[in-house]
């Protein structure tokens, strides 16, 4: 999969592509992150990506020729892509979002700044994105947040059974997680995790997920398409609390 980002601060999120999974993933062909200066495709000796709004008003907005320009180049370089713009008036980015990207055999992503960017660009866009209810002072973070979680669902760059298992990816929450020392603190690995009976753990695993979705965001856990292990350890929970009770 080939990713290309346009920003006017490619240091910024060159990062992306230098550390972990991803760095690994680059590292084998099965990612391609190209990074762009929007400033490299501007005509004037000052390098200028911005100018006063008409009508007036604060602050400034991208001028749409370095843009205009970008696209010809790189549509004459690598071909047709899935173009990105980082917005909080997108659609909010999601594991099902993340998902649908990640089947894209190429996606431009396009950092504004400042009061964003000349309508007239919106012509290149194919989907705006964005990564919640707030505003940064550009796009540099979403785009780097985006990159990342789509990343995780092209085919190699993660092991499909750590995916299968992520937050989010059949509307539950993770389970808790546990390593050495057994005990720590007067805190001590739940016993189930050391008694090597596979299917008591993986009913354990589920129960927990279910129940933390359950507290923490009952609005996924209503999506859930539930199967025969939910089916047992919703049981196995609802015994627990019985128990309890009494």
Aim: proline share 5%; hydrophobic share 40%.
């Amino acid at each position: 999969m080939r990713i290309g980002i346009v920003t006017i601060f490619p240091d910024f999120v060159k990062v992306i592509r230098e550390y972990g999974v991803i760095a690994q993933a680059v590292e084998n062909g099965l990612l391609h992150i190209d990074i762009f200066n929007l400033r490299d495709f501007t005509t004037d000796k000052h390098k200028v990506v911005d100018d006063y709004p008409y009508g007036g008003g604060p602050g400034m907005v991208m001028k749409p020729e370095p843009f205009f320009r970008f696209f010809e180049f790189f549509q004459s370089n690598y071909g047709k892509a899935y173009v990105i713009l980082t917005s909080p008036q997108g659609r909010r980015l999601d594991n099902k979002v993340a998902m649908e990207l990640a089947n894209k055999e190429q996606i431009v992503i396009v950092c504004g700044r400042y009061e964003g960017i000349d309508e007239r660009v919106m012509k290149f866009v194919d989907d705006e994105i964005s990564i919640g209810d707030y505003v940064l002072t550009g796009g540099e973070l979403p785009a780097m947040v985006i990159v990342d979680a789509v990343s995780r669902f092209v085919p190699g760059v993660v092991e499909e059974e750590s995916v299968k298992n992520d937050s989010f990816y059949n509307n539950l929450l993770d389970h808790p997680h546990y390593t050495r020392p057994r005990e720590i603190d007067g805190m001590s690995v739940p016993e189930v995790l050391i008694s090597g009976n596979h299917e008591e753990i993986e009913l354990w695993r589920r129960k927990e997920s279910l129940k933390k979705t359950m507290l923490k965001r009952p609005d996924i856990f209503m999506k859930h398409d539930f199967d025969e292990l939910d089916k047992k350890a919703l049981i196995s929970l609802f015994r627990e609390l019985i128990r309890d009770a009494r």
